[in-house]
């Protein structure tokens, strides 16, 4: 079977798999949890004014229509509006997901990259003292809070040194910049040592394959061979490390968004659990549910382009 | 005899390991020449792959480390000479076969791209497209069928025997000087093993290469060898001619291995010849007895064998043939 086919038949199982998904997000807001119409009221609310509140939030409407509401969203994107600001929840994802990416997308991207590339550098100095000290200096960096990252960087670098801005954000391109290089770099600094540790086992565990030995014996160069013979057969692990994050990216980085003051998702997230904004949560939700289902084929197809063994059926 | 074309001398290795060092090969010496099959033979963990390993420095160091000896080839130490060097004659001038043809190939790269590779590092003058004949050529030569079909095959589709000829055709790939192959039937089916043994015979004395034949199995030995080297506990016993060594083996180990081979001829009425096994097992090599390592199964043993200067040193005893042994048996 060609590989083509295989997405597309990969892609229609999404459907049943949403469908399951929407369900769940379904029961969990519509039906189990407390009555929102209630919590947005005061206590000494009329039955009436309770009633009346229901059905302004269409809550009144058989369970199965409501169940198709969220359907709808997932395809449609149209998730209605925010029940605290009003605004639309589409636009406010969307003004959210710019800042968000902008730091998100480049962090996760060079902290890929650059703990790829070390621990290649790594494995080919295994066991010698280099190795040695980059697995201590790991667990060093990860040893230490997060927050002593941030705290240092946005005192030491950006505020004593001047170095970066310090916390806040503006749009467009390339006013954003100044913005994310501090949060990018202490968010590369937190993925190193436990990147590096999981890709240095990954890499690790093809050097000592016996068609390792085969291409020295062969007269490749150690650099071919880690780059071109060991890089391609660790490239399943890496793939599933590396894809199954990027869902989670959308829903920002919680933690440096709010310390650097960046009005990204995870910010619009955080205020609407505090609010009990109900449709935001869900859309958020649904989202990242789309995202996770979305890389996850993303990776299945990388699969059968990287590792002629898994077959395609 | 003819040209000598690799001079290995006193070879030592040894393995540092979680529960001490080990002596894997101390002082190992023999010769290869051009056109001829030298058998390198033992039980498992004598040596033989470490040694043939040393030669193409394919000890994982660590926990492994060549620590004496010399591998004349050309006249240059292989054992000295810088990497870079050594790059270029791995693959080129000698080439090497393993005893795992399941997993000796990559994976995740179509056979035609593996033995391409070896061409385009060592035959930089060829294009693409004459690197992708000549693979083509040389699983002909191994007698794969259809091989303008298998070179995009990943190693996966093909069986145990095939992948061995694929290797195969990788090592003759540059036609080297030295083709070392570490136990190659070892892990295939009897008439398969035949087969391929059969190939490399022919296509030794096709391309005139010198071929280390390391194997556990005489009866390969007697097929296609004409030098053998027996090994025992990181040691070369007996060395001699194939004909010497079976009509007149002068260590009891030698004598031992080659009566544990079935045969069937010199029984009466059908009935099988108990066969007759060598008593004991090979010594752990963190404790070896004082003396000779071989002293717990051997028949002739003496207080001179477990001495402490008991240890026996290679000795020739007739041209071309050398024994170490307190004992050599008389035949
Ligand atoms: N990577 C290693 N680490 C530690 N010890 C090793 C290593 N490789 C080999 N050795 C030691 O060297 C000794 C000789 O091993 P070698 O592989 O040469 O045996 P062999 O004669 O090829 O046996 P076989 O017939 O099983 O292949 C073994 O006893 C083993 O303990
Ligand atoms: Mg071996």
Redesign the pocket.
């Known amino acids: 079977m060609n590989i083509y086919i295989y997405t597309i038949r990969r892609l229609l199982y999404v459907i049943p798999v949403l469908l399951g998904v929407c369900f769940i997000i379904f029961f969990l807001f519509n039906v189990v949890s407390p009555d929102p119409a209630r919590m947005m009221l005061d206590k000494h609310a009329t039955v009436k004014q309770i009633a009346e509140m229901r059905h302004e939030l269409g809550l009144d409407r058989p369970f199965f229509m409501q169940y198709l509401d969220v359907v709808k969203s997932a395809f449609t994107f149209n998730f209605g509006r925010s029940w605290s600001t009003r605004q639309e929840i589409s636009e406010m994802i969307m003004d959210g997901a710019i800042p968000s990416l902008s730091l998100s997308f480049p962090a996760f991207f060079l902290a890929t990259l650059i703990s790829i590339c070390i621990s290649l550098f790594v494995s080919f100095f295994r066991g010698k003292v280099i190795d040695r000290l980059a697995v201590i200096f790991c667990v060093g960096m990860m040893s230490v809070s997060s927050l002593a990252y941030i705290l240092f960087g946005q005192w030491f670098l950006a505020y004593h040194m001047g170095l970066f801005e310090i916390s806040g954000y503006e749009f467009g391109f390339p006013f954003f910049i100044p913005y994310v290089i501090l949060p990018i770099i202490i968010w590369i600094i937190l993925s190193i040592g436990p990147d590096v540790r999981f890709y240095r086992t990954v890499i690790l565990d093809e050097i000592y394959q016996d068609y390792v030995r085969t291409a020295r014996a062969k007269g490749l160069s150690e650099i071919v061979i880690l780059f071109k013979h060991v890089l391609k057969n660790a490239m399943i692990p890496i793939i599933t490390y590396v894809v199954i994050r990027i869902p989670f990216l959308i829903l920002g980085a919680l933690l440096l968004e709010s310390f650097f003051s960046i009005p990204g998702l995870g910010g619009i997230t955080l205020d609407a659990v505090k609010s009990s904004d109900f449709p935001v949560l869900k859309a958020m939700t649904v989202l990242s549910s789309i995202a996770y289902i979305t890389f996850s084929v993303i990776t299945d197809v990388l699969y059968t382009v990287v590792d002629p063994r898994v077959r395609l059926k | 005899m003819g040209e000598k074309i690799l001079e290995v001398t006193d070879l030592k290795v040894e ?1 540092n ?1 979680d529960q001490g060092r ?1 002596n ?1 090969v101390k002082g190992v010496s023999f010769d290869v020449y051009k056109g001829k099959t030298l058998g390198i033979v ?10 043939a390993l040393s030669i193409m420095r394919l000890i ?1 160091d660590p ?2 480390r060549i620590v004496g000896g010399k591998a004349l080839f050309k006249g240059q130490d292989l054992l000295q000479i810088p990497m870079n060097k050594m790059r270029n004659i791995r693959g080129n001038k000698i080439a090497m076969i393993f ?1 795992e043809p399941m997993t000796s190939l990559n994976p995740v790269f179509t056979c035609g791209s593996q033995i391409e590779e070896v061409l385009a590092i060592h035959q930089m003058q060829l294009t693409k497209q004459q690197r992708k004949n000549k693979a083509v050529e040389l699983l002909d030569l191994v007698g794969i069928p259809a091989p303008e079909k298998r070179i995009k095959e990943y190693p996966h589709q093909l069986s145990g025997g095939m992948r061995q000829r694929v290797m195969i055709a990788m090592s003759l790939a540059c036609e080297p000087d030295i083709l070392i192959a ?2 190659p039937t070892t892990a295939l089916d009897v008439t398969i093993q035949a087969q391929i043994l059969e190939l490399m015979h022919s296509l030794q004395k096709e391309l005139g290469m010198g071929l280390i034949m ?1 194997t ?1 199995d005489l009866g390969v030995v007697a097929e296609v060898c004409d030098d053998v080297s027996v ?1 025992y506990c ?1 040691k070369i016993v007996e060395a001699a001619d194939v004909r010497t060594l079976f009509t007149r083996p002068k260590h009891p180990y030698t004598k031992g291995l080659i009566n544990s081979i079935p045969s069937y001829d010199a029984t009466d009425e059908g009935e099988k010849e108990r066969l007759q096994t060598i008593r004991g097992m090979v010594p752990s ?1 963190f404790d070896l007895p004082t003396g000779c390592s071989f002293q717990d199964r051997c028949d002739f043993a003496s207080d001179k064998c477990r001495g402490f200067d008991g240890n026996p040193i290679l000795k020739k005893i007739a041209d071309g043939h050398e024994v170490s042994c307190w004992h050599p048996l008389s035949n």
């Open positions: 393995f390991t080990i894997a033992g039980e498992s963990g004598s040596g033989k792959s470490v040694s994982p926990p492994g005893q570490d136990e390391i556990h090994m990181g090599l």
